[in-house]
């Protein structure tokens, strides 16, 4: 997928949360949730963001697709930069930028049947008469696997996946071009999840679409990335073909991203005990790594300095300090 | 010796809207002193309803068991017929249960340590430092690194994989000899997923409790089971060891569940979905109730409701094709 064109790009993307005042009105200290995170995409590319929850994979999904603006850094979709709250460009890459969530039902107004949603889309973005909306939706329900019957069904009549596709028919109503996928498999059963994964790699293909999907699970991105970036508490420690990182990672976050990927798969054994240490500890106080409290590898020198991300080759970057040789002394 | 659990020719339906859905068919079920079984199907296969049912935890307005015995301990008593006192003896003390989503299962209102204290308060009359004491000695075991903060925290002050280990931590508190994790890690990162398996795996075989462990994921129950139970609309349709069900399965639900797992590093492999949808079981009439999604059924197939016949390799399979040569796929 190298040398295609560049259809989004992330550039230094810090985010930032100032908690509420803590209960006698003393301020607090921000809270770091993207630390400058650069991130690529081509057209017709599909690229995974792996992290555990609080590592920002969310918070990045959000800001990618302009629901929340960051702290400071660019999004450009498209060769517009969306970040800084121009109102109507940010209107305009709406239409071209779509959002799937991990819970359907959340995201489905229970008493606007099926349908309905659909069609109100359509006649929004796509400007259509409401008949043209409705043949649109009927079509667009059928594209993702449902009925027509279904266009007059509400949302409590539908199943998890059922619904999750509604949800992915909505996000397509708008003829996007870049569609964000935050977990939208981890609610679901392991089968309806293989169901869901194909729908996406289908649609993918028909629509033409660009993807950036988000996980905490390694184990299913190697079906549908063609790259990989591994987010580890606001910072993005190896990026690379999946292939690739899946079988020969380098950081050792992503070494145990892909041992308790293969854990739990038939023939992957009992838990081991490398997975089994009883806490994970707090999070690092400044700058270096912030993996190192809890890296098997750590040296001295991988605390203080911050330590960016180096190209290895074959498209691959780690930022670890024992992954790249940087930590002997030359 | 009999078995711990005897769960009998378990029959539950609900009343929905004056139709009646017969949510478990006849399930019966063993679990054994100190074994790991495990209970796999999709959601509205019956699992969770089962594993209610053993502790009476049933929607009283819409749930009802018509059928079947559930037998427990050393004299085998039916806790079906026990009076309701006798059975919050039972509950919380001998047998106990830890659910999908620790954030529900917690009181938000109350500290972790009113709500450990109380375990110990009810069932063994314990108050003050003794329970204090106690407490804090639990939540070190299941891996809590700072017991004494924790106690005071409330549940939302928690991560995920921290509130899943105080609620396991209430479970053992009267040290059970049946636990029952109902998809105890489905709300859980993958590697905190695997941290909190590791430690139930360890408690159970240091308590030697039974562990009956309830999940849609066959790769998370193969880690820990000794044997392992297929539940398909209603009834079981397969049984038997972990090592040859997961390995050589006999039915095609169980082929078509473990090919729906991601194989990682395999280049893309796995992830095959099983299309269509579960029927209600009993429903479905006099044939087999997979058989419209089953890729190799036969005629025969939809003609006679298939019981459970002897599996080679040990164990029971619901699969006339699957039982009689079984290698093919």
């Known amino acids: 997928m190298s040398g295609g064109k560049e259809i989004f790009r992330a550039r230094a993307v810090v985010k ?20 400058g995170v650069d991130l690529s995409i081509d057209e017709g590319e599909v690229v995974a963001l792996v992290g555990e929850s609080g590592s920002g994979k969310s ?25 800084p709250g121009d109102k109507a460009a940010l209107r305009a890459a709406r239409r071209r930028m779509q959002i799937i969530f991990q819970d359907p039902s959340g995201s489905l107004n229970p008493r606007i049947t099926a349908g309905e949603a659909l069609a109100e889309v359509i006649r929004v973005h796509r400007r259509a008469p409401r008949r043209a909306a409705k043949e649109a939706a009927v079509d667009l329900l059928e594209r993702v696997g449902l009925g027509g019957d279904d266009y007059r069904r509400y949302p409590h009549e539908f199943s998890g996946g059922q619904r999750q596709r509604i949800a992915i ?36 293909k028909e629509f033409a679409l660009t993807l950036l999907f988000i996980t905490h699970n390694l184990a299913v991105v190697e079906n549908i990335a063609d790259r990989v970036a ?88 780690v930022a670890c300090l024992r992954a790249t040789g940087e930590d002997t002394p030359a | ?31 054994g002193e100190g074994e790991v079984v495990g ?83 009810l069932h063994r009359g314990w108050k003050g430092a003794t329970a204090r004491a106690a407490s804090i000695d639990l939540l070190a075991e299941v891996g809590i690194a700072d017991p004494v903060a924790t106690r005071r925290s409330y549940p939302h002050q928690l991560s995920g994989g921290m509130r899943q280990r105080v609620l396991l931590a209430m479970a053992l508190a009267c040290r059970p000899r049946l636990l029952i994790a109902d998809e105890p890690t489905t709300a859980l990162d993958a590697t905190i997923q695997a941290r909190i398996l590791s430690l139930l795996s360890d408690v159970q075989r240091r308590h030697r409790m039974a562990l009956l ?6 790769g998370v129950v193969g880690a820990l089971a000794d044997r392992v139970a297929v539940m398909y609309a209603g009834e079981i349709v397969e049984e038997g060891p972990v090592s040859d069900v997961l390995v050589t399965p006999r039915h095609p639900y169980t082929r078509a569940l473990l090919r729906a797992l991601p194989v990682p590093g395999a280049g893309g492999g796995g992830m095959e979905p099983i299309e269509g949808n579960v029927p209600d079981g009993k429903a479905a009439g006099a044939m087999c109730r997979f058989a419209p999604r089953c890729t ?7 003609r006679g409701h298939p019981v459970l016949l002897g599996r080679p390799g040990g164990g029971l399979c619901r699969c006339i094709p699957g039982v009689m040569n079984g290698d093919r796929r």
């Open chain 1, 16 to 35: 930032e949360y100032i908690p509420g005042r803590g209960f006698f009105g003393r301020s607090r200290r921000p809270v770091r949730a993207l630390d």
């Open chain 1, 59 to 83: 918070t990045f999904a959000r800001i990618a697709v302009g629901l929340e603006p960051p702290t400071s850094g660019s999004i450009r979709l498209g060769g517009i930069d969306i970040a």
């Open chain 1, 169 to 204: 028919a909505r996000s397509l109503a708008a003829s996007p071009r870049f569609l964000v996928a935050d977990e939208p498999l981890s609610a679901l059963d392991v089968s309806i999840q293989a169901q869901i994964l194909h729908l996406l790699i289908r649609l993918k």
């Open chain 1, 230 to 317: 591994v987010l580890y508490r606001g910072r993005i420690q190896e990026e690379g073909p999946a292939g690739l990182l899946l079988r020969t990672p380098l950081h050792p976050y992503t070494k145990e991203l892909v041992a308790a990927a293969v854990l739990f798969r038939p023939g992957g054994g009992r838990p081991v005990a490398d997975l089994s240490s009883a806490v994970l500890p707090d999070p690092p106080a400044a700058e270096g790594c912030p993996f190192e409290p809890r890296c098997p590898i750590a040296r001295a020198r991988c605390v203080g300095a911050r330590i960016e991300a180096i190209d290895t080759g074959g498209g691959r970057k």
């Open chain 2, 1 to 31: 010796m009999p078995p711990l659990l005897d769960i009998e020719d378990l029959e539950v339906s609900f009343d929905v809207r004056g139709e009646t859905i017969h949510a478990v068919d006849t399930v019966s079920l063993t679990v």
């Open chain 2, 39 to 121: 209970l796999v199907g999709e959601s509205g296969c019956g699992k969770s309803v089962t594993t209610l049912s053993v502790l009476r935890l049933l929607p009283r307005r819409t749930g009802r068991i018509t059928g079947g015995a559930i037998r427990f301990g050393d004299d085998g008593i039916d806790l079906l017929a026990l009076p309701e006192k006798e059975m919050n003896r039972i509950r919380g003390a001998k047998i106990s249960m830890v659910f999908q989503e620790p954030m529900t299962a917690l009181n938000p209102v109350l500290t972790c340590a009113s709500q450990l204290d109380e375990v110990y308060r």
């Open chain 2, 213 to 218: 462990l309830i999940s849609h994921d066959l």
């Open chain 2, 296 to 302: 190799v059924a036969r005629s025969e197939c939809f």
